[in-house]
């Protein structure tokens, strides 16, 4: 039988590590990463305080979520296209404005 909590790369406590080192490091690299973190804390303070209705707060929540992941994909794609290389190349400039504009798009639906 497979133990569920282990495999070739490490148990899930590993992997957890991994996430965390990839979110501190988004965090500490990209101002648009700190701006939805602080953004979701502020929000959450504040449906705490002020929102009248649980649903209310959960969809906040629930979108607000989905702005922080959206940011920290769009930087890990940024940063994959920036390890590939430097010098300027017509298809990584467009795979950055991809990301950058599902970026764009999830903050015009969270606001």
């Known amino acids: 039988m497979t133990n569920i909590w282990r495999n070739a790369n490490g148990g899930a406590f590993s992997k957890a590590k ?8 988004g ?7 700190r701006i939805a973190f602080y953004t979701a804390i502020i929000y959450s303070i ?4 002020f929102c009248p209705t649980i649903m209310i707060k959960c969809l ?3 979108l607000i979520s989905f702005w922080v992941i959206m940011e ?10 920036d390890r590939i290389g430097l010098e300027y190349n ?10 950058a504009g599902a ?7 969270v606001i």
């Open 103 to 109: 970026s764009l798009v999830v903050v015009s639906v």
């Open 90 to 99: 017509k298809l990584s400039g467009h795979a950055k404005d991809l990301s």
């Open 18 to 25: 991994y996430a965390i080192n990839g979110i501190k490091y």
């Open 27 to 33: 965090f500490c690299e990209d101002k648009s990463i």
């Open 60 to 62: 906040g929540t629930i």
């Open 46 to 49: 504040l449906s705490l305080l």
């Open 72 to 81: 920290l994909i769009n930087c890990s794609i940024e940063t994959t296209v």
